[in-house]
Nanobody, 114 residues
Framework: QVQLVESGGGLVQAGGSLRLSCAAS????????LGWYRQAPGKQRELVAV???????TYGGSVKGRFTVSRDNAKNTVYLQMNSLKPEDTAVYYC????????WGLGTQVTVSS
C-alpha cells in the first residue's frame, strides 16, 4: 500500500519561493517515478514536474526555469523547489508516484498573492 504525504504549501507573495516535500511509503520507491501535478480552480490537473528513478526530469512548460524537482532516495522523498512564484501558480499541488498505477497524495494548497 503506497502512501504519499505532502508538506510545505502556504501563502507567499509574487516573486517569492516555497519548497514542497512529499514522503512516500511503500516498496521499491527508489526505482520508480515521483513528481508533482497541480490543479487550479476550474482547470484540469496538469503536470508540474516528474523525476524518474534514474534522475531524469520533465517539467511542465509554464514552470521551466523556475521550479526544480529533486529526490532523496534514502528518505523516499521528492521535493519541489518553486522560485519566482506567480499568481497563476496558485493551485492545489499533488504528489504523484507511479508503480504499476498512478498514486496520489491528498494535496497541499499553494497561494501566490499579487
Amino acid at each position: 500500500q503506497v502512501q504519499l504525504v505532502e508538506s510545505g504549501g502556504g501563502l507567499v507573495q509574487a516573486g517569492g519561493s516555497l519548497r514542497l516535500s512529499c514522503a512516500a511509503s511503500g516498496s521499491n520507491i527508489r526505482i520508480n517515478s515521483l513528481g508533482w501535478y497541480r490543479q487550479a480552480p476550474g482547470k484540469q490537473r496538469e503536470l508540474v514536474a516528474v523525476i524518474t528513478g534514474a534522475g531524469t526530469t520533465t517539467y511542465g512548460g509554464s514552470v521551466k526555469g523556475r521550479f526544480t524537482v529533486s529526490r532523496d532516495n534514502a528518505k523516499n522523498t521528492v521535493y519541489l523547489q518553486m522560485n519566482s512564484l506567480k499568481p497563476e501558480d496558485t493551485a492545489v499541488y499533488y504528489c504523484w508516484y507511479r508503480n504499476y498505477k498512478d498514486n496520489w497524495g491528498l494535496g497541499t494548497q499553494v497561494t501566490v498573492s499579487s
